[in-house]
């Protein structure tokens, strides 16, 4: 496998018969042995859980079988959504050793189509952060520079990518949890239109705002997984029944005359003049390729952060009270007698200072003599910053804007200032509060080589027009087919070593790392 | 909106609602925490929101009910695989009636 194996190049090889998807599972499964033990992306590799997988679809294969659409790729799932048999602690100690005994939908999905699920990828506890570093397991890093957060809350997943131990993963996306990680390191991430993936089996945080979707390393390749994972799906209510996109196809349209949004408050000040510049380039070079560009107002941006943080909380405070002792996870006794004592004795040694932070906000905001004050109010502001977007979506078809307003920071820079981590997000928030489909993609690198991603917005169900316009500023992107310069040099080693891979040789050794929950292969 | 003291009772009273017994030390810090972000949240004030419309759910303005119908679920077994505690084939709790 070249170093850039894409999505669809796995695919389509291994439909082909020119690999076997356990040839594509040992190479994956060879890189993360090779790179993840510092980058620290996975909770869990399936090792050979993974092989036998892979090895069920080359049978099938040889049974003259026509395979899925993901056929042998290696997926990375994000920790906080369910996998048969596999630990799933949404990066929380009450939940280590969990292993739930149902898939969530989307892996399901993927299973269906012949992917291999090649691990579970660190996170911040129950997706609650911007960093990772609220992984009750230790964070991962950065793998453009270690000493940099890969962003969170699907901070594994995006490292994962970056670092090309899989072609694609899956994140999930409250506040822009997709999307920031996908920015800070350089890959691509969407966050679907609220309704079109299915969130059963999605450990849930805030579940008006939840959306699970891809992290690829290209726009197609999440274009197809995104394909895959999307539909109706009668085990989750607010799943939509429409008719999956067309979302690959889409990626090869025309962008003529595509009317671009530049939403003046995005670009105001507070913004790293670099990343400004790196996202007005890309609008201009848009505008150059036969894009309208107009500057757009979404006049409530300053209050989403307030917004988003009052209603996301209050419904992590309701979710999360699931978690008491009893039916699964940590249970810590303290007195046995007591059934209270029990349950607050779980929860304060299971949760993590972040989530406790949050459920006790979340609580305050829903209690007696506040609902109105604050619950009431914030659910008020985000109707209008829903009106902002359907005004602006009047007058264009998308809305381009940098995905964060800094590139990856230093892990440690923000962690003890949480309202100053919380206002990182002021970019991705809106689109959640208001359950429009948003992307990030790589932009042009900062001057030390640090990722900068480009947010897309468009209108609901309408990721389509989303994904032409991402595939359009791929293709000549100042960041296209950039990789972490460790993980090339560490690819090059490999290559230049490497002897030819037998599908039936034993399965590589994984890292292990007393640090990690145990390993189940 | 009633600017709302982030004081140590009220982080107490907030963790009992919540079920968590926090230890001394997270009580101060807490309070000093959340003051800092509620104080942030009440810039929502500034906002004339009296004739708007609150969204709980952004897309469910119609949602679907699904026929009552039985389907196949978790066995009994697969449901108490992951119990902490098990008695009696149920989920063993403390005792909470006397």
Redesign the interface.
Known sequence: MPIESSVLDIAGRVQRGEMSAAQATLEALGRIAALDGPIHGFLYVAGDRALADARAVDRRRARGEVLGALAGVPVAIKDAICTRGLPTTAGSKILAG?????DATVVARLRRADAIVIGKTNMDEFAMGSSNENSAFGPAKNPWDLARAPGGSSGGSAAVVAARMAPCALGSDTGGSIRQPAAMTGTVGIKP???RVSRYGLIAFAS?LDQIGPLSTDVRGAARVLGVVSGHD?CD??S??VPVGAFEAACDRSIRGLRIGVPKEYLAEGLDPEIKASVCSAIDDLQREGCVVKTVTLP?T??A???Y??VATAEA?SNL?RF????????T?G???????????T??TG?G?EV??R???G??VL?S??YD??Y?????????I?RDFADAFREVDVICSPTSPTAAFRLGEKVDD??AM?LGDIFTLPAS???LPAMSIPCAPTATGLPVGLQLVAR?LDEETMLAIAAAWESRSPARGMVPPQVAAQMAACSATRVPLDARSAPPVVPTDSNRPSRMS | ??A?Q?DRT??L???K???????DS?VDR?AH??G???A??????A?D?SD?????????DR??W?PDEARPG?THE??L?????VESEG?A????VE
């Open positions: 969990y292993v739930p005994p149902y239109t609220y309704g008006s009668p209510s607010t939509l029944d409530h300053q209050y952060v307030g917004s943080y009052v405070s009270a008491d002792g009893v039916r699964y996870g940590l249970r006794s007195d046995t007698r007591d059934l209270r004592a029990m349950y607050g004795a929860r304060d949760f200072a406790k932070r459920i006790l906000l609580t305050f209690s003599g506040y004050a604050y009431l109010k914030a659910q008020k502001v985000r109707t209008l829903a949480p309202l919380y509060l208001a359950g609901a | 909106m009633p709302a982030i009220l982080v009273h907030v963790a609602l919540a079920s968590l017994s926090l230890v997270e807490f925490e959340l800092r972000i509620v942030y949240v009440e810039q929502l004030d906002l929101t708007v419309p609150a969204t709980a759910h952004v897309r469910l949602a679907p699904r978790l697969e449901a695989s992951q119990a902490p505690a989920f709790v403390p005792l909470f």
